[in-house]
């Protein structure tokens, strides 16, 4: 699978199969979101989630996938930091704002550094219909989370401070973004990369999980957190690896301006699931996402 999916690179076939992992990346990545905010403590979750992947990924590292390269060792070192601090930001937005709130703005805040970042490292480029399309998409976006910071019950007294981590996290999805896609480009079989990324990058969140929920007054029971974990450890291989692997296929900038659809997702989740109020307004704003993906896509 690897030689067919390297011998896709920089071919229209290839632009095709990164459009749609991009577009199964949002989904995934809004339900990825959802198992984090849902009734367990997120920073209990994201532990819990980490812990299932590092141990689900550690055979296919160690045994089946070619070993990485002496040079790949600093580059896996670099995304582990990254996705520390990206995954601590996150926890912290989580536990002071409401999903409908937070989601947005951080992924909103992602994309639109991501294609500075992708001109810087791959000197890739936009049209002007693509940048069309991303101020269509991001208009969308915190619009969103605009009219759900008005109209929503929230707790105002620490909406401020969530929003504030929002937008660090998603300054940090950017950097994530362009320095993952450099690492999957930087190794001859993309799938070490995967492989490594899950085991090594799941080694930091189960510690603060562990230490958080030893000092909790009345612990939650480990049986549901752990088909939690297990479940978001799926979802996070089919979510994080598409998007990887479309960012080895084709643009960055166009796969992480694709998968910020995820809003879209994020809010019909919490529509069905969450039971949030889902109304005209929100869903004329979700249509302003979709169709500034459109543009992105149409315009390239």
Known sequence: MSAWLISLEGTEAGHQVALVLALLAALLHAVFGA???GRHDPWLSRG???LSYTLLAAPFALFVVPWPEPHMWPIFAIVWVIHTVYKTMQAMAYSRGAYTVVYPVVRGTGPFFTVIGAYLLFDETFTLTQWLGVAVLLSGIFGLAVYNYLKLQVDRATLGSALMLAVMTGSLVAAYTTYDAYGI?????PFTFLAWFFLIDGLFMPVVAGVRWRSMAQTPALGPLAVRGVSGAIVA???????????RLD???EAAVLRETSTVFAALIGWVVLK????PRRLALMALIAAGAVIVEMGG
């Not at 480009?185 to 079989?189: F, G, L, P, V, Y």
């Open 48 to 50: 819990a989630i980490d």
């Open 251 to 253: 643009k960055v900038g």
């Open 237 to 247: 291989f089919l979510s994080f690896g598409s998007i990887m692997l479309a960012t």
């Open 35 to 37: 198992l984090q905010k």
């Open 185 to 189: 480009r930087a190794t001859a079989d």
């Open 276 to 279: 949030e109020t889902v109304g």
